[in-house]
């Protein structure tokens, strides 16, 4: 059973930094390639970031560029995703998705 669960989501004033984490368990990790989305309310989900299988490659929304940082480390099966200089747009859930397979979500609230 493939099982991903996402961490480090909570409450942080514009401008500071969360790292999330998102642990996978019942596949080959190290296989697929991993991203990130994130639904503010009464919004749809987007894209956010995206990492190759190998991690040598990255992908990111271009309003996260230079403030996100995607990496992994397939030797723990985990993603993550290092926030910084938040902004109070940035609040949503966010959703760690590999191949059909989705977390449940991790609540990140910025506020101004």
């Known amino acids: 059973q493939v099982q991903l669960v996402e961490s480090g989501g909570g409450l942080v004033q514009a401008g500071g930094s969360l790292r999330l984490s998102c642990a996978a368990s019942g596949l080959t990790f190290s296989s697929y390639g991993t991203n990130w989305f994130r639904q503010a309310p009464g919004k749809e989900r987007e894209f956010v970031a995206n990492i190759n299988w190998s991690g040598s490659s990255t992908y990111y929304k271009d309003s996260v560029k230079g403030r996100f940082t995607i990496s992994r480390d397939n030797a723990k099966n985990t993603v993550y995703l290092q926030m910084s200089s938040l902004k109070p747009e940035d609040t949503a859930v966010y959703y760690c998705?590999?191949?059909?397979?989705w977390g449940q979500g991790t609540q990140v609230t910025v506020s101004s």
């Open positions: 998705n590999v191949h059909d397979y």
